[in-house]
């Protein structure tokens, strides 16, 4: 089953086609990161280069990166993996894709239309089941509720990751709604990202946000800004473990009242395990410790059907500590999803 970190480790997998053509060497790029580049670039694969590009950005500067692809006639090709605009066709560009058969990526035309191509690749992503820039998936499902609301509902999320100069990025929206006797009976929105960058082999350090928006709250709205590190304490094949720590500030949007803006102390476990090839079970604890503090427990197991599609059972428990008068402490939440990975 594909999974969200697919092209790092289609990626990291090129060190294993053994030694390629000559690569110049370029100052601030390692010699066998220069390797794993120049590897990528003669794989016949047609997204090797641009993974491999993803992912030596996670460590490698963007700028020795670039000078290396250079090198290789592929500068084009790296600065749109890594997220820039392209620069015009550079004569070592356009002769090594002459070389190829191929023609040199133009600079993209700066016309009416050009806010709209993000959206535009992201559809044509999802609808070809496959992008050169971004890993994601699409659930559609059904979402059962108990606590302050007891209900059933259609439910819908994408989510997404992508790696962007240096920094991994991952984010995802949900959204369900649904009417009862011509009055509102869900209106949820929630929305979170992160972004991480690494600091060595076992630490990272991140910056994080989330924001849900539910007319059967007790707030408004809620939200968190912060950032901090992480440690993974096992990082391998059959499971990883990492715990996370960092400051930030809880916002919560009273119905009635002001906004308030709560100093926050953000903890939290992650853990994933591939059960089978195609069965895997993953968990995320997070602690938010404020003058309103909240728990939440995640359990996730998702099993493949086929190379794209996927179904995914997901339960969530949350604790407010102190929540408002007329609600209740605990709410709990199971997804039952078909899943499209891209």
Known sequence: MPTMRHSALAAAALLCLGPAAALADTPGLDPALQRLLAAAADSKAANDFADAVRLLALTADAQAILAAADELGRKGEAREALGLDPAPASPRDAAAAAARGETATPARPDDARGWTAAPAALASA???????????????GMRFDAGNSNREDFAGAIE????????????????????????????????QARGERELGERFTAYA????????????????????GLGYRVVDRDEASFVLRAGPGARLLDDIEGPLLVRGALDLGADLAVPVTESVSFGAETTLLLATKSRADQRFTLSSALGELWAIELKFRYRHEFEPEPGFEKTDTRTDLSIVREF
């Open 208 to 227: 994080s946000g989330e924001y849900e928006q539910d007319a059967l709250n007790a707030y408004s709205w809620t939200g968190f800004l912060g950032g």
């Open 126 to 140: 999802v609808y070809g089941a496959q992008s050169d820039l971004w890993d994601g998936r699409v659930k559609f």
């Open 160 to 191: 997404l990751e992508r790696a962007l100069m240096g920094w991994g990025f991952e984010g995802g929206v949900e959204y369900a709604y649904s009417r009862v006797d011509g009055q509102v009976g869900r209106d949820e929105l929630i929305a």
